[in-house]
């Protein structure tokens, strides 16, 4: 994703628009079941409450990013002139978007990587306090 966001900051060849979106939206695909397969290890009993709501979550995203991608890129709702084209300085802002969310998605990137664990610890250290308990 911060690629993706770093190519449409970077550039002003459309194709290479088109492509950092669709790469975009590849990854975005992609990111559902590594979620989905980690959650479902973390909380086995309760797969199916849990795959429904993060696919909620997931599909409410995009409803919610509308409404602050309109705020930011284009606030006064110019339209497109007459050559299907918006002003420049609607453009300018779309570039600034991209280079807000790529920082943005940097930085969400970063922390998971510092907050994850991996469950086998936890699930070692569970056994261990059971085992202890049942010693006493």
């Given at each position: 994703g911060v690629c993706c966001h770093l190519i449409i900051y970077f550039t002003k060849q459309f194709w290479l628009i088109m492509l950092g979106f669709v790469l975009y939206g590849f990854g975005i695909g992609m990111g559902y079941y590594p979620i989905l397969k980690t959650t479902w290890k973390y909380f086995p009993e309760k797969k199916g409450f849990l795959t429904g709501l993060i696919l909620c979550v997931f599909g409410l995203c995009p409803f919610a990013f509308t409404s602050i991608s309109d705020a930011v890129i284009n606030p006064d709702g110019i339209g497109?002139?007459?050559?299907?084209?918006?002003?420049?300085?609607v453009s300018e802002n779309m570039k600034t978007f991209a280079l807000i969310m790529a920082i943005t998605m940097g930085a969400c990137g970063v922390l998971s990587q510092i907050l994850m664990f991996p469950i086998d610890n936890i699930i070692s250290t569970d056994n261990k306090k059971l085992d202890e308990q049942e010693e006493s």
């Open positions: 497109m002139g007459k050559d299907g084209f918006y002003p420049d300085d």
